[in-house]
């Protein structure tokens, strides 16, 4: 069965970094886009990045452009989610996802099939 396990989220201070990893499990990771999202409290989930399958194109929201990189380790079976000059407003829950197929939509929640438990990220002084 698929299976999504975030990990690595935390407590950091503005500026700081954070990596976090989705490790997959029962699907060819290859094989699937993957998708990170966040929600914060009050409001509705959002996209932040994406990795297609096969080829690997990554997507980023405008948000994190420059600040946020994906990427994906077939070996290890995860794709994490590298975080830099972290802000205040990067605070979220952050949860990893994945699908098999999903074309231009790729940061939208409603694509993806798959979901994670979340990984809670506090950006804070």
């Known amino acids: 069965q698929v299976q999504l396990v975030e990990s690595g989220g935390g407590l950091v201070q503005p500026g700081g970094s954070l990596r976090l990893s989705c490790a997959a499990s029962?699907?060819?990771?290859?094989?699937?886009?993957i998708g990170w999202f966040r929600q914060a409290p009050g409001k509705e989930r959002e996209g932040v990045s994406c990795i297609s399958g096969y080829v690997g194109s990554t997507s980023y929201a405008d948000s994190v452009k420059g600040r946020f990189t994906i990427s994906r380790d077939t070996a290890k079976s995860t794709v994490y989610l590298q975080m830099n000059s972290l802000r205040p407003e990067d605070t979220a829950v952050y949860y990893c996802a994945a699908a098999v197929w999903v074309g231009r939509r790729r940061l939208e929640p409603t694509s993806y099939d798959y979901w994670g438990q979340g990984t809670q990220v506090t950006v804070s002084s």
């Open positions: 029962g699907f060819t990771l290859d094989n699937y886009a």
